[in-house]
DNA sequence: TTTCGCCGTTTACAGCTGTAGTCAGATCGA
DNA sequence: TCGATCTGACTACAGCTGTAAACGGCGAAA
């Protein structure tokens, strides 16, 4: 398996992944911009979003470009990349690395509707060809 | 139904989750025993197995019973609660509530096996009837 | 009865996280 | 030119987490 000589997985915590999903939707963008679109439903002030944006930064998971006197952040993870790596780390976390019983316990709590089903059937069609 | 012990979803740790798990697969056990399981495979001391005992105790996930001069620690946490909970959690997070995105994630990451595969399809069938 | 060892409890402490205040420098408008 | 702003940087701080040492009581061995 690729040990990857690339970044270290750098743990990203849910107010930055919140921050981050801001970024994935529109980029790039200046911190004012990042908190109009989150400091409302959160309840965040200016200063708590340039702090987690300051902390993607040294994570290196945000890159930023001057734009005149500010900075415009632009995401470098990528969310597939971000989401699969924290799937992967659950379902080995809590189901022992198994997915199928990631599937049993949210069928067995009824999390799954139908059309929950009818896609993830379809998934699997896919998978097979 | 029995008065709120679940109120309060009381998060769980990681750390904390180990000792669950020791928990979950063999009951009552005392702190030794606990230790015995679990300090070798983490690296963990005595005291640390008994710090996170004592908070699972505080937190109501774990119930004390005496055996003359010590203490028999049993899960009152039930394993499919914290599953289904820290699952749906996950899913809620990370792909707003959408299980079958969650799949269609592993799917990509080809974090699905053939085995994988066919057990969820066999699920399926299951749910279907 | 005195001491030793085991046990749970208390205390410790550093690192991460959430949340935010303050400050110094750049800049725009007057 | 000079202050009003805006911006990122630095600082702060409490709570949670991981990890563990120190303490104090109580029963067993001597």
């Not at 994935?24 to 959160?42: I, K, Q, T, Y």
């Amino acid at each position: 398996m690729t040990e990857s000589l690339d970044q270290a997985p750098e743990r990203i915590s849910e107010a930055e992944h919140a921050i981050m999903e801001v970024l994935w939707a529109r980029h790039p963008l200046a911190a004012a911009e990042v908190c109009e679109d989150v400091c409302g439903a959160r309840g965040w002030s200016m200063p708590t979003v340039k702090t987690l944006l300051a902390r993607l930064v040294a994570k290196g998971a945000v890159a930023t470009e001057p734009d005149g006197r500010r900075f415009l952040y632009t995401p470098v993870l990528e969310r597939e990349a971000y989401l699969g790596g924290e799937s992967r780390r659950m379902v080995e976390r809590l189901f022992g690395g198994r997915p199928a019983a990631l599937f049993a316990q949210l069928a067995d709590a009824e999390a799954l509707n139908n059309d929950d089903i009818a896609e993830i059937e379809r998934l699997l069609r896919e998978l097979r060809s």
